[in-house]
């Protein structure tokens, strides 16, 4: 059995596409490199998201890796100075989707294996919890992969993730806990109309802008012990508008907020309703308009 080379593997990993939920033949990288290390894989597809539990041994104690196989959209592939699923190796960098969030955290937990497992140095058991569906909803990942666990009666001991978290140099972070994160969308809805005649319409871009510059201009807290500060984050404006002389009838944006335990995931949410409606009447044009707010939680800390 040969060691793995932990770059190699990352540059096979990145080359298959695998945007949540697609997989692309990601997984079945790894298992491959998994069986010839002697794990026993299984595959566990919940609805449209394939996942990967491989176990070696069967004794304690049980340490797992664990991580995801997906990763984020490209963006504007004509921005790249490599294509993104080419996994080039240019002055000692590795580029790519997934090259740091987390393919060659996966490569690397297969390389430490691997040397542990050629050294007889595995005195309990390991195992390789990979989801493909951390980047997306992450409802038939991780979350389902704990439950089939608790149904075989297998319990984990300790727990490596392999989530990017070393901001300068390898090993200078450690992360002790996970913030919560809820997603919301915010419609403000007015009255189209011609922009000849802007009295006859209501305009809801300037109300859902204010609200918005509102939002993301309000500290939420100073932070918490070991926590950065909690975060309001503006990640999408949807007007979708094709005419020049037209007010639309409805603006919508979308923000994530990432929070610390300062809060719980209903205390976020009320923190958030309270502001919306503050702000509502922080214009009398305003008042004429309608706005509603959708909120998803994911992942929320309870
Ligand atoms: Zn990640």
Redesign the pocket.
Known sequence: MSEIDPIELSRALIRRPSITPADAGALGVLEDTLNALGFSCTRLRFEDIDNLYARFGTGAPHFCFA??TDVVPPGNEARWSSAPFDAEVKDGFLWGRGAA??KSAIAAFASAASSAIKKGAVTGSLSFMITGD??GQAINGTRKILGWLQEQEIEIDHCLV???SNPDVMGDMIKVGRRGSINSWLTVTGKQGHVAYPHRADNPIPALLRKLLHLSETPLDDGYERFQPSSLQITDIHIGNPAHNIIPEQATARFNIRFNPTWTGATIEAWLRTQLIASALSSAHDTNLKQSCRVKHFLPRI
């Open positions: 991580g995801h969030d987390m951390e980047e392999g989530e990017p």
